[in-house]
């Protein structure tokens, strides 16, 4: 059964997201590869010319990543590149396992009224999104592949667990790499609770508990579920945005594995900020289950 995957290619010289698939294709001989170029400010008129020069630079593209020997070019004529892309994506979405792109590099006063391309696709995209910083970072960077499971959301889907450990396995496997298991035991928003709320307690038939410590008996049933060892799981208590950069830096990791909450809502809004403010910060590639992946498309 081959692996289909999805390639958002740059109008520039460095396809960072290409490289990765590349790489994939080097130990999945059977990988197909659909590569989709969304070409902005076109006229109706120019349309077909432009797409003939496209193609011919694609394939031209290609002669430069022989492993990949499945592939086929998708030319779109859009004024979004983030919807075209996402759009696609799900009009599409039973074709793919993965889609992947390459991280925009950051402006800091732009990105405060426009939203990079990344961050948009991250938001929207209805597939696992694996988004490439450094096509060389694996080759820089340690072994550790961070799974960062939530247990705080009681709406929170299993499913996703599933999907995020099983991905973390594949590319541990193949790039000689490790999973950590990182939990973080977010703060209590004093907005929302009153009272003493510097350590919540959690009270039961036997001695109270911290939150940290219900965290942490999820987080070792998890690892025992899917054979972790302890030293590889990690609680942090803090807020995401902050706690999985920290642990990633000390663990030199190269890639993060992370999904979002599928609630609606201002709570939802922040958690899918969370996974862009980590993909700043990082070194390496992210790997995003969003809210909008579907359960027959997450193979």
Sequence with gaps: MSYKVLVLIKPTEEQPA????AEFA?????????LLRVIRDVAPDQEQTVRESTERELNTLMQRYPSITHHKNHIVFAKDVAEAFCQYAEDKAEHFDLAIISA?????????????????????????????????????????????????DSSHEKFIDEVLITAATVFAEHFNGE??????????????????????????????????????????????????PKERCHIAEGRVDEMI??????????????????????????????????????????FIVNRYVKFDTAK
């Design 179 to 228: 999973v950590h298991v990182l939990n973080c035991v977010p703060p209590i928003h004093r907005g929302l609770m009153s009272g003493n709320t510097k350590s919540s307690i959690i009270l039961g038939n036997s001695k109270p508990l911290h939150r940290s410590d219900v965290h942490a008996a999820e987080l070792y049933d998890f690892a025992d579920k899917h054979n972790l």
């Design 26 to 34: 080097r130990f999945m001989p059977d990988l197909e590869v659909v």
């Design 245 to 286: 950069p920290k642990v990633c830096s000390k663990l030199d990791a190269r890639m993060v594995c992370m999904g979002t909450s599928s609630k609606d809502g201002v709570l939802s809004a922040i958690d899918q900020s969370a996974s862009e403010l980590v993909l700043e910060q990082i070194k390496g590639d992210i």
């Design 18 to 21: 290409l490289v990765r698939a």
């Design 104 to 152: 925009n590099k950051r402006n800091t006063l732009k990105d405060l009224f426009v939203a990079p391309i990344d961050s948009q696709v991250m938001r929207k995209i209805p597939l696992p999104l694996l988004v490439v910083k450094d096509p060389n970072a694996p080759q820089r960077l340690g072994r550790a592949i961070v799974l960062a499971i939530d247990f705080e």
